[in-house]
């Protein structure tokens, strides 16, 4: 009885700790859609707030040392939507019709590093013999050495594991 506590105990703070870690990496809200011309629509609790001090005479006063920069209030809100399109993407890997593979592997042209790479784990994730021929062109483009291996790793993996038709419909 002791030695199953001194297992289980362990066992379910390791579980919880992460489960933990998971929904805290977790994106809250979604910030209307991926393309950056949407993100001026997005919801107002994605950009942070910036409210102007006030002087003595209860004029807004100038921003010399704001301890929040535009280049970083980009950055932070840019991270937000890469993180938000990552979960899309793992969302769309998770059905089984041909327009989500589809969205899947258009990410693999996209110019940022952190979708193509989100983009090649999705595909595996969706497990179809259909998405070889895309990885071998996002592979010949591939300039990272590294990236190119990632993409080489999923065409072999769907290339080795049984082909998996996509249809046009969920079963």
Avoid: C, W, Y
């Avoid at 950055?75 to 793992?90: G, K």
């Avoid at 993996?157 to 046009?168: D, K």
């Amino acid at each position: 009885m002791v030695m199953r506590l001194k297992i289980v105990i362990p066992v379910i703070v390791l579980g919880l700790i992460v489960f933990l870690i998971f929904q805290s990496a977790r994106p809250r809200e979604s910030v209307a859609g991926f393309h950056p011309a949407l993100a001026k629509a997005a919801s107002p609790r994605s950009k942070p707030e910036i409210s102007p001090r006030r002087n003595s005479a209860g004029r807004a006063a100038v921003f010399e040392d704001s301890a929040v920069a535009p280049n970083e209030i980009s950055e932070e809100i840019r991270s937000q939507q890469v993180a938000d399109r990552v979960a899309e993407l793992m969302d769309l890997a998770m059905s089984d019709d041909a327009s989500s593979l589809d969205t899947i592997l258009s990410e693999l042209n996209n110019s940022d590093p952190r979708l193509r790479e989100a983009a090649v784990e999705a595909a595996v994730q969706f497990k179809s013999s259909k998405a070889v021929p895309a990885l071998r062109d996002a592979a010949e483009r591939a300039v990272d050495p590294e990236e190119k291996v990632r993409i080489l790793k999923a065409i072999e993996f769907l290339s080795s594991s049984a082909p998996t038709e996509v249809s046009g419909t969920p079963p």
